[in-house]
């Protein structure tokens, strides 16, 4: 499975239960690889248009 970055994090841009789920339930059948979602390097700004 490919990155997807859905914008589900919570407070902070930590995982919130949505990605959590999200993942366990993709996990649970045996998938082989799982990238998981873009990580932020920098506090500063998210997107461009910040």
Same mark, same amino acid.
């Given at each position: 499975?490919?990155?997807? *970055?859905?914008?589900?994090?919570? /407070? /902070?841009?930590?995982?919130?239960? @949505? ?7 993709? @996990? ?10 873009? *990580?932020?390097?920098? /506090? ?7």
């Amino acid at each position: 499975m490919g990155s997807m *970055t859905r914008n589900r994090c919570i /407070d /902070d841009n930590k995982p919130g239960p @949505a990605q959590i789920k999200h993942y366990a339930d993709r @996990a649970k059948y045996g998938t082989g690889l799982i990238v998981t979602e873009g *990580t932020f390097v920098t /506090d500063s700004k998210q997107y461009t248009t910040q």
